[in-house]
């Protein structure tokens, strides 16, 4: 069985707390800079990304990567997919009850949050892909909830 949240309050607090995680732990060792200092080095969670992705083989767990012409483009951790999928399915759960489905397996005609919800992951990673920096590694969840958020917030409006 899922993770299922109740109300959107608990996926936003949710939500907000593994943002608030995933930014400090990658962004961790800029705020723990001493002063006069230029440069810092990788945070631990980019280790990690940048050891899978050096890694032989092309299945790395915990990271999902693009990969074309045999060269990878992209990487994405597997937990900036899996925590917005909180959001996800209180927005299925959501236009279910809204159009009054009675059977759990079977889908509204009108998926209002549900679209909203994707369309902000979608606008998300497209921000990741923008407001890149340094060629580091990003807080992905620092992008993806907001819009996620913000989205179902408009549809909701």
């Known amino acids: 069985?899922?993770?299922?949240?109740?109300?959107?309050?608990?996926?936003?607090?949710?939500?907000?707390?593994?943002?608030?995680?995933?930014?400090?732990?990658?962004?961790?060792?800029?705020?723990?800079?001493?002063?006069?200092?230029?440069?810092?080095?990788?945070?631990?969670?980019?280790?990690?990304a940048r050891a899978k992705l050096g890694g032989a083989g092309w299945w790395q767990p915990g990271l999902l990567s693009v990969v074309i012409g045999g060269k990878t483009t992209d990487a994405l951790g597997l937990a900036d997919t899996v925590f917005p999928a909180l959001m996800a399915g209180w927005a299925m759960r959501q236009d279910q009850k809204e159009a009054g489905a009675q059977d759990p397996?079977?889908?509204?005609?009108?998926?209002?949050?549900?679209?909203?919800a994707l369309g902000g992951y979608a606008v998300g990673c497209f921000g990741m892909e923008v407001f890149?920096?340094?060629?580091?590694?990003?807080?992905?969840?620092?992008?993806?909830?907001?819009?996620?958020?913000?989205?179902?917030?408009a549809t909701a409006a």
């Open 105 to 116: 397996g079977a889908l509204p005609r009108a998926l209002g949050y549900s679209r909203a």
């Open 132 to 153: 890149q920096g340094g060629g580091g590694g990003q807080a992905a969840l620092l992008y993806i909830v907001p819009c996620m958020f913000g989205a179902v917030a």
């Open 1 to 48: 069985r899922a993770v299922q949240l109740p109300r959107l309050s608990f996926v936003v607090a949710a939500l907000g707390g593994l943002m608030l995680y995933d930014g400090v732990g990658v962004n961790g060792p800029l705020l723990a800079l001493p002063a006069g200092a230029e440069t810092v080095g990788p945070s631990v969670m980019e280790q990690v």
